[in-house]
């Protein structure tokens, strides 16, 4: 089955600097890749998908990069504040009999130092 | 709209018992998934409803089951329950209408049962 594999674990980044976050994925038929944040105690948000027709998604500060080839994406987030610390997680997906299952990361824990 | 909703939001029981928790989707979305959000183990898929069918199954013993009914609100059960399943059980709720569109794919989440097993 499908295995998303997320990096770093931990990210710890200056305020104003940009930030980083690489998942990999196995399966090839994968075609939708949201990005969920989650904040202490709160549920996981979307804050930008990409599908496999797309190579990059742009929403204000985040853009998000796919490489089918290589089965990897991306998450950057810009000019960091200090909101931005959560748990961020990469998810990718395939359209199976008309259902979606969504096979996490493991999390990337970003701090943001004011 | 109003979010996904989820009850109860914390709950307490004792190995051997079962727990039923229930999820409201947001109102229109036909398709509600679960999940079970562990420190170690992450978010792990356990099933998918939609039009009162499991769609899809994660890697689960059957203690894990769940239904669905005509007015998309769901239900999951846990049964001889065991210190390993306290965790944070998410619902998420998304439209996948028939056929399934791209933009119906996005899956909002409620903000989850925190069960713990003593």
């Known amino acids: 089955g499908e295995n998303v594999e997320q990096h770093p674990s931990t990210l710890s980044v200056q305020e104003g600097d940009s930030a980083v976050i690489k998942c990999t994925y196995s399966?090839?038929?994968?075609?939708?890749f949201p990005w969920y944040k989650q904040e202490l105690g709160k549920r996981p948000q979307l804050i930008i998908d990409i599908r496999s027709n797309v190579g990059e998604k742009k929403d204000q500060r985040i853009a998000v990069t796919l490489n089918k080839t290589a089965k990897h994406f991306s998450l950057h987030i810009t000019e960091t504040q200090p909101e931005d610390s959560a748990v961020y997680f990469c998810?990718?997906?395939?359209?199976?009999?008309?259902?979606?299952?969504?096979?996490f990361g493991q999390g990337t824990r970003l701090t943001i130092n004011p | 709209k109003a979010g996904v909703t989820q009850t109860p939001r914390y709950l307490i029981k004792t190995r051997g018992q079962q727990v039923t928790l229930s999820c409201s989707p947001i109102?229109?979305?036909?398709?509600v998934s679960w999940y079970q959000q562990t420190p170690g183990q992450g978010l792990q898929f356990l099933f998918e409803?939609?039009?009162?069918?499991?769609?899809n199954k994660g890697n689960f013993p059957g203690r894990f089951s769940g239904r669905q009914f005509s007015n998309s609100r769901s239900e999951m059960n846990v049964s001889t329950l065991e210190l390993g399943d306290s965790a944070l059980y998410l619902c998420?709720?998304?439209?996948?209408?028939?056929?399934?569109?791209?933009?119906?794919?996005?899956?909002?989440f409620g903000p989850g049962t925190r069960l713990l097993v003593l």
């Open positions: 109102s229109g979305h036909r398709s």
């Open positions: 998420a709720s998304s439209l996948r209408g028939l056929p399934p569109t791209e933009s119906q794919e996005t899956q909002y």
């Open positions: 399966d090839s038929a994968s075609n939708y």
């Open positions: 998810a990718a997906s395939k359209r199976h009999q008309g259902a979606q299952k969504l096979v």
């Open positions: 409803y939609f039009s009162e069918t499991q769609r």
